[in-house]
């Protein structure tokens, strides 16, 4: 599959490093030459934004979460995506607040969408950190990593939960993006106890396995 990132950063990187050898990656960023030197150590292309839109089945919008909706703006807008399977993997999250930045209710998924209406839009990889992502065993506690996602199209739903199995971890829909503003929320409390120095485990860490349903 054709992957095209929005920004070659911390994120873009990690994911890619499971994508090498299965998928064909495009890299871009504002610093062309920093975002070539990024595509080089993949032996993948890079460019401009609008070019890693133009060459992806899937786009992967891998900016700061403040840049997201002018970098797609930039990169053509819905032209530039129409048809692409998009996968919004920002964190609309204060890391002064640990609050999502979003105050309306609705999650930058959501915005991302409004602004791509002809792209399939998702939410994936949010839920860590890029060194989870680059770690090359997902085992974690005797436990493969659960990737929560949501997509609003079945045809994202399958791409997304293909990539997410290509990084080795075990995708589980969430649902529609409607659900995207609860996975941002979600990250918003791991990122605060990340900040904190204190092990989000241990936070998380809060249901006994062998209870199968609350009535
Ligand atoms: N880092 C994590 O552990 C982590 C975990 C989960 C989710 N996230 C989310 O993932 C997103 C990316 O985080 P990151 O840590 O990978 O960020 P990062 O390392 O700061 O990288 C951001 C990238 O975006 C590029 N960029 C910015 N504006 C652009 C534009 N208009 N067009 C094209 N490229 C542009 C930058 O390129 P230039 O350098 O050329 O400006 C840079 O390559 C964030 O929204 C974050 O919330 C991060």
Do not use: C
């Not at 095209?4 to 499971?18: C, V």
């Not at 960023?29 to 080089?40: C, D, F, P, T």
């Not at 993949?42 to 401009?48: C, L, T, V, Y």
């Not at 860490?205 to 609350?214: L, S, W, Y």
């Amino acid at each position: 599959m054709k992957i095209g990132f929005i920004g070659s950063g911390a994120m873009a990187q990690a994911l890619a490093e499971k994508w090498r050898g299965k998928h064909d990656l495009f890299f871009s960023g504002r610093n062309l030459e920093k975002a070539a030197q990024v595509a080089a150590g993949f032996g993948a292309k890079s460019g401009p934004a609008a070019e890693a839109a133009a060459f992806g089945e899937v786009v992967v919008l891998a900016t700061r979460w403040e840049d997201a909706l002018d970098a797609v703006a930039q990169a053509g807008g819905d032209a530039a995506f129409a048809s692409k399977v998009v996968i919004d993997i920002n964190n609309p999250v204060s890391v002064e607040t640990f609050l999502t930045t979003r105050d309306d209710g609705r999650s930058l998924t959501q915005a991302l969408a409004e602004a791509l209406p002809g792209a399939e839009l998702g939410k994936a990889f949010n839920m860590a950190q890029a060194a989870v992502w680059a770690d090359p065993d997902m085992t974690y506690d005797g436990r493969t990593l659960v990737t929560l996602f949501t997509a609003d199209s079945e045809r994202a739903s399958e791409v997304i939960a293909g990539l997410i199995r290509d990084v080795g971890s075990e995708p589980l829909r969430l649902g529609g993006n409607a659900h995207a503003y609860q996975l941002e929320a979600a990250a918003a409390i791991v990122i605060k106890f990340l900040f904190a120095g204190r092990d989000p485990h241990t936070v998380f860490n809060f249901i006994q396995p062998d209870v199968r349903a609350i009535r």
